[in-house]
């Protein structure tokens, strides 16, 4: 079964950058489309971003839009968004999943990682 890592999260000072990565055992990632979610403190998760299997078709939620960065490194199993910018609503823990087509709503994904944490804040 497709394992999804993921790490880059941290604490950040608004305006300020993380690059969040997924990683993938077990199953190469280039089969999948993958998605990045935030589930925010007390919301439910949300889509944030999504990449094609070839890279070539990426998404965007509008609050993200202009900041965000979607891109996958196929050779290295990795996907990675790219934050800058961050506001303190970006904060939560942000998911990786696999999926089959992008964009897509939550229940389309799966083999979910076990998240992130990204807190914006002075």
């Known amino acids: 079964q497709l394992q999804l890592v993921e790490s880059g999260g941290g604490l950040v000072q608004p305006g300020g950058s993380l690059r969040l990565s997924c990683a993938a055992s077990?199953?190469?990632?280039?089969?999948?489309?993958i998605g990045w979610f935030l589930q925010a403190p007390g919301k439910e998760r949300e889509g944030v971003s999504c990449?094609?299997?070839?890279?070539?078709?990426?998404n965007y939620a509008d609050s993200v839009k202009g900041r965000f960065t979607i891109s996958r490194d196929n050779a290295k199993n990795t996907v990675y968004l790219q934050m800058n910018s961050l506001k303190p609503e970006d904060t939560g823990v942000y998911y990786c999943?696999?999926?089959?087509?992008?964009?897509?709503?939550?229940?389309?994904?799966?083999?979910w990682g076990q998240g992130t944490q990204v807190t914006v804040s002075s």
């Open positions: 990449i094609s299997k070839s890279g070539g078709r990426t």
């Open positions: 999943a696999a999926g089959s087509s992008c964009p897509a709503g939550v229940a389309y994904f799966g083999s």
């Open positions: 077990r199953f190469t990632l280039d089969h999948y489309t």
